[in-house]
């Protein structure tokens, strides 16, 4: 099992940054990729960013030009810049970590809400 903690989500104002973070811990060996995604009230659950452990990065298109995905080097841990936040990034981020042989394996998810 892997186990996934995220950190640093908040209230910010529209325009502002967050840092999201996630450790991960437990049997992290083969761990193939780790991303974010997020989950909006009423809506399905959308991938944001995912980083290889061969260090190729993949954004959506909603947020390619706002976010960036990194790694600690030697931790098993990713970071989420946000930058430029808007309204419709409120949403409750989770942290994900995919090994090829075994799936998916999920955070508990940090509240991200942007609002004046």
């Known amino acids: 099992q892997v186990r996934l903690v995220e950190s640093g989500g908040g209230l910010v104002q529209p325009g502002g940054s967050l840092r999201l973070s996630c450790s991960a811990s437990g049997s992290v060996r083969n761990i193939y990729s780790m991303g974010w995604y997020r989950q909006a009230p009423g809506k399905e659950r959308e991938a944001l960013a995912t980083?290889?452990?061969?260090?190729?990065?993949d954004y959506s298109d909603s947020v390619k030009d706002r976010f960036t995905i990194s790694r600690d080097n030697g931790k098993n841990t990713v970071h989420l810049q946000m930058n430029s936040l808007k309204p419709e990034d409120t949403a409750v981020y989770f942290c994900n970590a995919y090994k090829l042989a075994s799936g998916d394996y999920w955070g508990q998810g940090t509240q991200v809400t942007v609002s004046s």
């Open positions: 980083l290889t452990t061969s260090g190729n990065a």
